[in-house]
């Protein structure tokens, strides 16, 4: 058995083959132990007693990158203790060295420690999802909009920090790269950049115009060109809006400064304006009687104010017309549709309590006998 053990191949026994594959199976068999323990661990480091947010949500978060980050290092703990046959004529590879040649170890290294550092940002990215999540909460305890467009924002800021430290940690750490020499040939070749991403830069420049000035908020019901919605997230390029037939439209930041926008959200009430057309049969004291009601029960309705007004407006082609407009106290739509849908159902009651009827298009023809 011990002979069998110590046989080699590819320059190696075969009992260290089996120690790494059973490391390896180990790892897969406890990495979700593992990682949720480690989890447990680090909540316990940067928890906030005051938070609602449990270790539940946060476990969700952080057990897949952990156990991705936990397989990484077992399985270079294991590959580490393998030698390369020599008969491949491969180069060694020393990670601080300055003079490594270009070889199969030399590339193994490095994509491993690319992965690596991938796994690392990815536990800092959820971190950074799970402190959104708490600021979220507490937002919800505040009647201040401001919050809620503010948080997501931070958020980006935080995982684009994120991920410019990440990309200078992998050219300085792994490809060798003077980051000292780097960053002054970012700031040569940044107006060339700037001018080569003008639109995109108008539309970050927007989008703190849009924190700052505040013409809006998330939660606002708001018009621009032929769009309408209710804002959902303000970005750092652009602005989504989800329509009242529940399409997501996506707005430049730059669109959403530079056209005429109309925030329904800061209308202390909507105004609803229509014609109700009557039959000609209907005489003028029926008409009369029909529009003191309408006016009367839009007065005594719950939600709208005193300022509506119903007239009878005009003889139209087929039909005499009743004007109807009257002010909804909420900027809510769904308020408006409610009051909407009783105010006409009411009107429908009225006509057909007088006697009266609804007219529609007609065409009258005289044949000459």
Same mark, same amino acid.
């Given at each position: 058995?011990?002979?069998? =053990?110590s046989k080699?191949? %590819? ?5 260290e ?7 390896i ?16 661990l680090?909540?316990?480091?940067i ?5 609602e ?7 969700? +978060?952080?057990?897949?990158p ?5 397989? +990484?290092? *077992?399985i270079?703990?294991?590959f580490?203790?393998l030698?390369? !046959?020599k008969?491949?004529?491969?180069y @060694?590879?020393? !990670? ?16 491993y420690?690319l ?8 536990i800092? +990215?959820? %971190? ?5 999540l708490?600021l979220?909460k ?5 009647e ?5 467009? %503010? ?15 990440? /990309? ?6 792994i490809f060798?790269?003077?980051i /000292?020499? =780097?960053?002054?040939g ?5 107006? /060339? ?6 639109e995109?830069?108008?539309?970050? =420049?927007?989008?703190?115009t ?16 032929a769009v309408?919605?209710?804002v ?6 652009s602005?989504?809006?989800r329509?009242?037939?529940?399409s =997501? ?6 669109k ?6 109309d925030n ?8 609803v304006k229509?014609n109700?057309? +009557? ?11 029909i529009?003191?009601?309408i006016?009367d ?7 709208t104010?005193?300022?509506? $007004? ?12 009743i004007?109807v407009?009257?002010?909804? @106290?909420? !900027?809510?739509w769904?308020?408006?549709?409610n ?6 159902? $009411?009107?429908?009651e *009225?006509?057909?309590?007088? $006697?009266?009827?609804?007219a529609f !298009?007609?065409?009258t ?5």
């Amino acid at each position: 058995m011990n002979k069998m =053990l110590s046989k080699q191949f %590819l320059g190696n026994s075969i009992e260290e083959y089996l120690i790494l594959v059973g490391a390896i199976i180990l790892g897969l068999i406890f990495k979700k132990l593992i990682s949720r323990y480690l989890s447990h661990l680090l909540f316990k480091m940067i928890r906030n007693k005051k938070s609602e947010i449990g270790i539940e949500k946060f476990d969700e +978060l952080l057990t897949k990158p952990i156990g991705f980050c936990v397989m +990484l290092s *077992i399985i270079y703990l294991g590959f580490n203790q393998l030698e390369f !046959p020599k008969e491949w004529n491969l180069y @060694d590879y020393e !990670p601080n060295s300055q003079d490594n040649k270009i070889g199969l170890k030399m590339i193994l290294h490095k994509g491993y420690s690319l992965i690596f550092v991938y796994s690392v940002f990815w536990i800092f +990215l959820r %971190l950074v999802d799970y402190v959104g999540l708490i600021l979220r909460k507490k937002a919800e305890l505040t009647e201040n909009k401001m919050d809620d467009q %503010l948080i997501p924002f931070i958020i980006e800021i935080g995982k684009i920090l994120i991920y410019i430290l990440g /990309a200078f940690i992998v050219m300085g750490s792994i490809f060798n790269v003077n980051i /000292a020499a =780097l960053a002054t040939g970012l700031g040569i070749g940044g107006i /060339a950049l700037a001018m080569a991403s003008k639109e995109s830069l108008e539309n970050l =420049l927007g989008s703190f115009t849009i924190f700052f000035d505040k013409p809006f908020t998330v939660g606002d019901i708001v018009t621009v060109g032929a769009v309408t919605g209710t804002v959902e997230k303000v970005g750092f390029r652009s602005t989504r809006v989800r329509t009242f037939d529940k399409s =997501l439209v996506t707005v430049p930041n730059k669109k959403m400064i530079d056209a005429e926008l109309d925030n329904l959200g800061l209308r202390p009430m909507r105004r609803v304006k229509f014609n109700v057309g +009557l039959t000609y049969e209907t005489s003028a004291e029926q008409i009369k009687l029909i529009v003191k009601d309408i006016q009367d029960y839009i007065n005594q309705h719950s939600k709208t104010d005193q300022k509506g $007004k119903v007239r009878f407006s005009e003889f139209g082609s087929s039909s005499l017309d009743i004007m109807v407009i009257y002010f909804v @106290d909420s !900027p809510k739509w769904e308020d408006l549709i409610n009051v909407k849908q009783e105010v006409n159902y $009411k009107i429908m009651e *009225i006509v057909k309590y007088h $006697k009266s009827d609804f007219a529609f !298009p007609t065409t009258t023809v005289y044949l000459n006998k």
